[in-house]
Nanobody
């Protein structure tokens, strides 16, 4: 089971850092991604990171503002979000898969079979 934390209410232009941990397995062995779902919209991938932590990818709308990284010491994956906009609001989900064949790559279109419950990000004045 994946557990997300760090969601909060923040003003436009603000920053947040989301965390993802697993209670059942080591995230070190998994390709990990963050997804989000805004009210009335479909869930979309936001960022992914390779098992080795040496490759990441982002949806165009967050490039230059969001950064995904993993800490092998704490076995956690983080999503650092800066310059937040109202369109960034939503439920953010952590997802993981052990099925991605390459340890030094990731794909936002990969199939992820482990999911967390989500953490809510609100961006408002």
């Amino acid at each position: 089971k994946l557990v997300e934390s760090g969601g909060d209410l923040v003003q436009p232009g603000g920053s947040l850092r989301l965390s993802c941990r697993s209670t059942e397995f080591s995230l070190d062995d998994y390709t990990v991604a963050w997804f989000r779902q805004a009210s009335g919209r479909e869930r979309e991938p936001v960022a992914c990171i390779s098992r080795r932590g040496n490759h990441d990818d982002y949806v165009d709308s967050v490039k230059g503002r969001f950064s995904i990284d993993r800490d092998f010491a704490t076995r956690a994956v983080y999503l650092q979000m800066a310059n937040l906009e109202s369109d960034d609001a939503g439920i953010y989900y952590c997802a993981a898969t052990a099925r991605w064949p390459q340890s030094s790559s990731c794909s936002l279109s990969a199939y992820f079979d482990h999911w967390g419950q989500g953490t809510e990000v609100n961006v408002s004045e």
